[in-house]
Each structure stands twice: as C-alpha cells, then as structure tokens.
C-alpha cells in the first residue's frame, strides 16, 4: 500500500531539513501504562503539549514500500525534560504493514486498519494525559509534575507506543516522531487533513463502496491520490 507515501516522504522532508534526536530502541524502556485515561489536575500539571492555543497535530500513515526500515523514536524540539512551558505539539506515527491487498483478505486489511485507529487512542502512560479529537486531528497532553521528577522522555513514551502497534500482526516496523518545534508543528498540520480523507476513502473502500467513480464523493482523493482507484476497482 503506497496511498499515503507522498504524505510519508513530506513528513520526512520536514522533519529532514528541521533536525531530529534519534532514541535508540534496543534494550528501551516501557513507561508505565496506567490501562485508562488518569486524570491529571491542573495544579498538579508541569506543563501541557498542544494546549493553550499552541498549534497541534496528529496523524498515523501505514505504507508497504519499505521506507521504516525499523522501530524508532524521533524527537523534534525540547524533549519533555527540556520543557518548563506550555509546548506547540505533533505525535506522528508512520508505520510498515504487511501487503494487505496482497493478502487477497480485506476482512484482515479492515482490521488492521482499525487496531491501528484504535491504538491511537489507547495508550495511556502515567503522568501523561492524553487527549486526542478525531474531528480536528489535535492531541493534547498533560504532563504531571510528578512524572518529570520520575525521568519522563518522549524516548520511554515512545517505545511504550511501539510495544503496543508491534502486538498487531501485520505490523512489521514502527516510527514514532515527537515535535515541540511550533515552526514544524505548523509546517506538519495541513497534511492531517490529507491523510484523513485518505483514511476515509480508504475505510469505505474496505466496507464494501459501490465502484461508481461518476457517483462518488470520493472521486477527488482518488484523483489526487496514487493507487487508489486501482485499489478500489482491483487493478494490480
Ligand atoms: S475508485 Fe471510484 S468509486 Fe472507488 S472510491 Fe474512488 S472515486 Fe469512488
């Protein structure tokens, strides 16, 4: 699957030209996850990511091309013991699937696509209150005062998300990326709406839509979006 690879190789040319810290996966280190959202009170906040009118953004791209080689943690901007502010704030997640559609199984590529939407939402490492909206692609996150003092770095957070897209079956690698940089915050933000209705197309592709190009209100993503149609009407 190469619908979203045009958006995989912006992201990395932003992120290129920006500069990244690499965290190092080998022998990394799980924080802990509490299993449901914790309620974190303001007084009790060191500081939040992507609130208070900071930009924000979140997407999640999967491709089978081979371009994540391997599990990894970026971080783009001041890591979380680095911060004594409120931060502007990107999680990005790019992902290796196996060939879904080669799989000839699009029972097994809509549930893929959907433990991969459902990770998004269910990770919650202590001291780190997430709050993500489907409707504008935003993520907010409460950082307490407490898990600052415990040694809490987007290095741990981000191998805690890798653990849990790697327990999907067809994931084969995973690339998180953190960015408190507000410039590169703001240059990542326009492509979340492009990989949402990608997302979208894509859904409705896997339920099962009518190929009536002439009819369809998807009809400009799969104009602007390589390998779309070919997916949908079954080309190879
Ligand atoms: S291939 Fe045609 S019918 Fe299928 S989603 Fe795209 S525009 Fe719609």
Redesign the pocket.
């Known amino acids: 699957m190469k619908l979203y690879d045009s958006i995989i190789e912006k992201t990395q040319t932003i992120l290129h030209s920006a500069g990244t810290t690499s965290f190092p996966v080998q022998g990394g280190r799980i924080w802990k996850d509490t299993g449901e959202s914790e309620l974190i009170f303001a007084r009790d906040a060191a500081f939040e990511l992507g609130g208070s009118q900071n930009p924000s953004v979140n997407y999640t791209c999967v491709t089978t091309s081979g371009i994540i080689r391997q599990d990894e943690i970026l971080c783009c901007g001041p890591d979380l013991q680095q911060l004594n502010t409120d931060s502007p704030f990107a999680r990005i997640v790019l992902l290796e699937v196996e060939d879904l559609r080669e799989t000839q199984d699009s029972e097994k590529a809509y549930d893929t696509i959907r433990s991969i939407e459902y990770v998004k939402y269910h990770v919650f490492p202590a001291g780190y209150m997430v709050r993500v909206s489907a409707a504008t692609n935003q993520e907010q996150v409460r950082v307490s005062r407490s898990a600052v003092k415990a040694g809490i770095s987007f290095r741990y957070i981000g191998y805690t998300y890798i653990r849990k897209y790697r327990k999907i079956p067809a994931v084969k690698h995973v690339r998180v990326i953190f960015v408190t940089d507000r410039a590169v915050v703001q240059q990542l933000q326009p492509l979340a709406g492009k990989v949402d209705d990608i997302t979208k197309?894509l859904t409705?592709?896997l339920d099962g839509?009518p190929?009536?190009?002439g009819h369809?209100s998807?009809?400009s993503v799969?104009d602007e979006v390589e390998g779309?149609?070919e997916m949908?009407?079954g080309k190879h």
């Open positions: 197309t409705h592709i839509l190929t009536d190009c369809c998807m009809k799969c779309m149609r949908h009407l």
